[in-house]
């Protein structure tokens, strides 16, 4: 075996070895686990389907609170839980050394939040400063503050996921009763407004028949009625208006993903990597 054919083996070794460490995709849920402090904030993340929205993510800095600071957070309905903690996700890589570089600056940097359309005044990014050599992080709406500090880098993978401890939940002003703009997913049809029925019309007694007439007690000169009966009048009330739409919400809400336990899903950069590798290893031995 040559020295060019060796190379290409030992290429071909590295590319696979690495390529398989990545194939799977960072799990929020599986990695806050492994942290008991975090658990009811890990919890909330997947209660929310916010979790979910993170494992999604190429590129993501997650803010976290233990379960100390987590309180405030506890009594918040859903819905609104959802938009507050999805303010804690910024879409961009964020570590220590990164977060040393501020020097006295401060940067904007877009959360989760800004994703669903929903943002009003600044909701949808957050503000990141350095001060007195401590981070601190806060929403850039109006009146928010700005004292979620840095407690540490829990974890960290260079360009693509970064776990951060912050000393307290990020308060965005406008989302304590949920966003003022969040229309509902398909407005229910509102029931028909009944109209008042036209007062019954009176009907004149027919003046007593001859004594000639037959037994039935009809004059002469009207129809005979049926046996059964005359017909019922019509009822007074309006008629019944279609039954109200169903709540489109409650038809198409997608089920939540369950995070799986080993820690992460499985690619399709996999067969892209098999590929390839085939493709070297088809390559070197054209040089043995």
Do not use: W
Request: proline share 10%.
């Amino acid at each position: 075996m040559n020295l060019k054919a060796s190379n290409i083996i030992l290429l071909i070794s590295i590319i696979f070895f690495s390529t398989t460490t990545s194939i799977y995709a960072f799990n929020i849920t599986y990695f806050l686990d492994q942290h008991p402090q975090f658990s009811t904030f890990n919890n909330l993340l997947t209660k929310t389907g916010v979790a979910a929205g993170i494992n999604k993510q190429g590129t993501v800095t997650v803010l976290v609170v233990d379960n100390s600071a987590v309180g405030p957070l506890t009594s918040v309905p859903q819905t609104t839980l959802g938009y507050i903690l999805a303010t804690h996700v910024i879409l961009d890589y964020y570590d220590s050394i990164k977060l040393g570089k501020l020097d006295g600056k401060s940067v904007k940097a877009t959360n989760l939040f800004q994703e669903t359309g929903k943002t009003n005044g600044g909701q949808g990014l957050l503000n990141i400063s350095k001060s007195g050599g401590d981070i601190f992080f806060g929403s850039t709406a109006k009146g928010a503050p700005q004292d979620s500090k840095m407690v540490k880098v829990l974890a960290s993978q260079p360009f693509h996921i970064s776990v951060i401890q912050i000393s307290k939940p990020i308060v965005t002003p406008g989302l304590e009763q949920g966003p003022p703009t969040a229309p509902s997913s398909s407005p229910t049809a509102s029931p028909p407004t009944p109209t008042a029925a036209p007062p019954p019309k009176s009907v004149e007694a027919p003046a007593p028949g001859p004594s000639g007439d037959d037994d039935d007690g009809c004059s002469a000169d009207s129809p005979r009625g049926d046996s059964e009966g005359p017909s019922p009048a019509p009822a007074s009330g309006p008629a019944p208006g279609p039954a109200p739409l169903a709540d489109e919400a409650d038809k198409e809400a997608p089920a939540k993903s369950v995070p799986h336990k080993n820690g992460g899903a499985r690619l399709s950069v996999a067969g892209g990597v098999v590929t390839c590798v085939m493709g070297l290893v088809a390559l070197a031995h054209n040089y043995l």
